[in-house]
């Protein structure tokens, strides 16, 4: 599917199968509540604007300001109960939040707005969802007077700490109108901040231009709809006079695979499978004068070689010319050509500057900056900032939720676009790291790492779906399922790949997800991996997947889970052993044998094993305990067996070993 400037998203909305989140864990417990996740893309409305860093002096004068030292707006519930705004001087935390968490703005002390949804829901077996704002009397923009039409470029700054649930779809905005809310426009007020983390205490600043420009008065609200827990505390709020000259950067991606429609950015990609780099961003003008000469330039420079010493600096250089970009417009700009490729290996960052042949007023906001490194082998979209957890576990589907029956699935999307990368040498997958949670509910869960076949056109096409994006079905696996042990917990863990067209013969240029599916749930747990939301905001959405075997069908979650892909060249390792530190050693005699053997054990100290036999296709023939001390000799009679590979495994909370046998 080529890429085109403006993604067609309208169809896909229609065929998105929809989650719910049901728990995320994190250094703070967090809810497992039932509410609607989103199944659309974050809205990219131009009016949408994150923190800027903005010098008041530089702009204008304060057109309005309200430190909350009492309430002097209107609150109203449009739920019949009491789940509304109030003006306090506390935070009144519930059973997923803690006190420690009041805004501490600048006059927090004298009060502020609080929305306490948390408080509201606790206890509560079935969450209720907020719908409420507050709202301000007629507020004047014309400086006392001074200026009675108004001003062209008019902004709101305000500071809040906040922490919402559970869906991207929930609306937490600010909404202005100048007729008396007759008519309004909606602006987000969460300035971005991923679903279920806490930005503390920021300052944000929305440009409310598109309503209130050139007019004498305006209203305004902040509304919060859907989220059914955790927090919004607003103060010191301020009205000011916007930069008339500002141009921003918005939408800054790194096209790592511009041929498809969706495409994750990679944090480590092998270098021979790199293909021309692509930059692309959004210039918008934040301002209320035209703005001319409006480029987007690049520069890649070679930060780091591969053993960490300095880079030789700026390799590439690339600009765009936008031209002409009017107030309040956007205008979206792809350096189509040259691109960047790689030549070496090591760390890169890429600066990204939008300018124009006006003075700037607001300073900060037009660059942008990303680093990523060529590795030999690894394949990664995380940065190495990740925490919590997700998995099936996390979500719920048809009022139930996921992670406790065998048959789950989890994923999140590679794009690989050449079998055999710059160097000529064909690439296989070798194996799947896993960057597994702390929760003690991964214990004893079984899982076989998969790669499945994904095809967007599917999706994209007239009647697509995403089951039929998946239609190409199951490409990589290992024979034998792994079980989570103690020591995996809170820790990077590797499972080598061993079945599966492409473990033999490499991967088709194409798109991949990544994962695992559950094989066993340990009585009812769930296997789940840490989050990286740092690198998970910039993310492309519809590149993480899951299928929940209780009401089946793939369908796409906004989360960035730490799934890495190792890649390797013919011939590899054919070993199955998951460890390679192991304290107990065994041998086989003979092997091959006609199913009569001896298991020779030998391990330092006591120890207890899960000693299981399977066949080529990982179905379990024997399973029994085995306790070792020291050295001891088991006979085993498998004749009854048909002929050919079987797989004996060895497993206690610190060890998984596997070894082959052959029955002739």
Not at 10 to 38: D, E, H, M, R, W
Not at 423 to 447: L, M, Q
Request: hydrophobic content about 35%; some cysteine; overall charge negative.
């Amino acid at each position: 599917m080529k890429k085109k400037q403006i993604i067609l998203t309208s169809f896909l909305l229609c065929t998105i199968v929809g989650y719910a989140q049901n728990k995320i864990q994190s250094k703070i417990n967090l809810p497992q509540i039932q509410a609607a996740l989103s199944s659309t893309p974050q809205a990219t409305d131009p009016d949408f604007i994150k923190t800027s860093k903005l010098n008041s002096k530089a702009f204008g004068d304060t057109l309005f300001y309200d430190s909350f030292d009492s309430l002097r707006w209107s609150i109203v519930n449009n739920n019949p109960n009491n789940f509304s705004w109030r003006w306090d001087t506390i935070y009144s935390n519930g059973q997923y939040s803690n006190a420690n968490n009041i805004i501490t703005s600048t006059t927090a002390a004298n009060g502020f707005m609080v929305l306490p949804a948390d408080f509201y829901n606790t206890p509560s077996s079935m969450p209720v969802a907020m719908d409420t704002y507050f709202e301000s009397a007629n507020i004047d923009l014309t400086k006392n007077g001074t200026n009675p039409n108004g001003f062209c470029s008019v902004w709101v700054r305000y500071q809040q700490a906040l922490r919402y649930c559970c869906s991207s779809a929930n609306r937490l905005v600010l909404q202005a109108s100048v007729d008396n809310f007759v008519t309004f426009q909606e602006f987000d007020a969460t300035n971005m901040l991923p679903v279920n983390a806490a930005s503390g205490t920021v300052t944000n600043t929305i440009n409310i231009s598109s309503v209130a420009a050139n007019s004498v008065n305006v209203k305004v609200r902040f509304l919060s709809e859907g989220n059914s827990h955790y927090y919004w505390m607003i103060d010191d709020f301020t009205i000011i006079e916007g930069p008339k000259n500002d141009l921003e950067l918005r939408s800054a991606y790194l096209e790592f695979n511009n041929d498809y429609a969706y495409n994750p950015f990679y944090s480590q990609i092998p270098y021979d499978l790199m293909t021309p780099l692509q930059a692309s961003g959004s210039n918008f003008n934040n301002g209320c004068n035209i703005l001319t000469g409006v480029k987007l330039e690049g520069d890649f420079v070679h930060v780091a070689d591969e053993f960490g010493n300095p880079g030789i600096g700026n390799v590439f250089n690339t600009s765009s010319l936008t031209d002409t970009v009017f107030p309040g417009a956007t205008y979206t700009t792809v350096m189509n050509g040259p691109l960047f490729t790689a030549t070496l290996l090591g760390e890169f960052r890429v600066d990204l500057i939008s300018t124009s042949d006006s003075v700037d007023e607001n300073l900060g906001n037009e660059t942008y900056s990303q680093s990523f490194t060529t590795s030999d082998t690894v394949i990664s979209r995380d940065d190495d900032g990740y925490a919590g957890g997700t998995g099936p576990g996390s979500y719920v589907r048809n009022n139930q939720a996921g992670g406790t029956a065998v048959g789950d699935r989890f994923g999140t999307m590679y794009i690989v676009e050449s079998r055999t990368g710059n160097g000529g040498t064909r690439k296989i997958p070798t194996s799947i790291t896993f960057a597994v949670s702390n929760d003690p509910a991964n214990i004893g869960v079984e899982i076989v790492p998969k790669i499945w076949s994904y095809n967007e056109d599917s999706l994209i096409a007239v009647g697509g779906s995403i089951a039929a994006a998946f239609s190409g079905g199951e490409v990589a696996s290992t024979f034998i399922p792994y079980t989570i042990l103690s020591s995996d917990t809170n820790s990077l863990l590797t499972i080598k790949l061993d079945n599966g067209p492409a473990v033999l013969n490499g991967l088709d240029s194409g798109q991949y997800v990544v994962g695992w599916e559950v094989t066993n749930t340990n009585g009812g747990n769930s296997f789940e991996v840490q989050v990286d939301a740092s690198s998970g905001a910039f993310q492309d959405n519809v590149t993480c997947f899951i299928d929940l075997a209780h009401a089946p069908g793939w369908g796409w979650v906004d989360v960035n889970p730490v799934i890495r892909l190792n890649m390797g060249n013919l011939p590899i390792s054919t070993s199955l052993s998951n460890k390679t530190d192991s304290n107990t050693t065994i041998s086989i005699q003979p092997n091959p044998s006609n199913g009569e053997f001896s298991l020779k054990l030998k391990t330092n100290g006591s120890s207890a094993f899960e000693f299981k036999v399977r066949n080529t296709l990982g179905q379990l023939v024997h399973s029994e305990l085995i306790n070792i001390n020291g050295v001891q000799t088991k006979q085993f009679n498998f004749s009854n067996l048909e002929k050919g590979i079987y797989y004996l495994s060895l497993q206690n909370e610190t060890e998984n070993i596997v070894e082959t046998v052959v029955i002739h």
